[in-house]
């Protein structure tokens, strides 16, 4: 299968900071790209769907501000976390379908645990 | 608004049984679904992809099944392995034209005790 990977896997900040988490797809190019958030012991929860060289689309309650995704290249997405604070610490997971792949799987990457102090 | 649940919430098995975890969907305008295991801490690892079109897929011990017209995936997972121990989520995928999201259930716990 496609292979997702993710930068950091983990990350601990200040309160303030801002974090910056790359997702990438590793031998595929992937138009869209999805983030999501797990808190802990509650399901994943997509944030925004990721649209290369476009702005892009943001759930309902997810701040575009404080959540900024840039998707510059067919590989890349990127999810900076802004002024973070500790409601902020939870698991981060991208996804991304290969759209010359089957049935429009998604292959996820591993994740990156934030914990802001 | 689109609703994924899954039940049970959490199960205890021991070795070697053969079980069933039921994932339940409000909107039939399904693209597809997905089944997922995810290990404590880690990410997700994709199990099973079941297309509109197709009633199951099968992978080794696992058979997964869709029932558009009740609203229904259910996993099956046969002979089962401590290894197996995870929470296993089902996600939703609408059709594009439907106006729903990508919607994860809240998984199902799994302990298969040795």
């Known amino acids: 299968g496609a292979v997702v990977s993710q930068h950091p896997s983990w990350v601990i900040c200040k309160s303030g900071t801002s974090v910056k988490i790359e997702c990438r797809s590793l031998d595929f190019q992937a138009t869209t790209m999805f983030w999501y958030r797990q808190f802990p012991k509650q399901s994943l929860m997509l944030m925004a769907t990721?649209?290369?060289?476009?702005?892009?689309?943001?759930e309902q309650g997810v701040e575009k501000d404080k959540f900024l995704i840039n998707h510059a290249s067919l590989t890349l997405s990127t999810l900076t976390v802004t002024s973070a604070h500790p409601e902020d610490s939870s698991f981060y997971i991208c996804?991304?379908?290969?759209?010359?792949?089957?049935?429009?799987?998604?292959?996820f990457g591993p994740g990156t645990r934030l914990t802001v102090l | 608004k689109q609703e994924v649940t899954q039940i049970p919430a959490a199960l205890s098995v021991p070795e070697g049984e053969n079980l069933v975890l039921n994932c339940s969907f409000t909107d039939s305008a399904i693209y597809n679904l997905q089944w997922f295991r995810q290990d404590p801490g880690k990410g997700l690892t994709s199990l099973l992809l079941?297309?509109?079109?197709?009633r199951e897929q099968t992978s080794g011990r696992l058979n997964a099944s869709l029932d558009k017209s009740s609203g229904r995936s259910t996993l099956y997972i046969a002979a089962s392995q401590p290894g197996d121990s995870a929470t296993y989520l089902c996600?939703?995928?609408?059709?594009?034209?439907?106006?729903?999201?990508?919607?994860f259930g809240e998984g199902t716990q799994l302990t298969v005790n040795p």
């Open positions: 079941i297309q509109s079109s197709q």
């Open positions: 996804s991304a379908s290969n759209p010359r792949g089957q049935n429009n799987e998604q292959f």
């Open positions: 996600e939703y995928g609408p059709q594009e034209s439907s106006g729903s999201r990508l919607t």
């Open positions: 990721s649209n290369e060289g476009s702005k892009a689309t943001y």
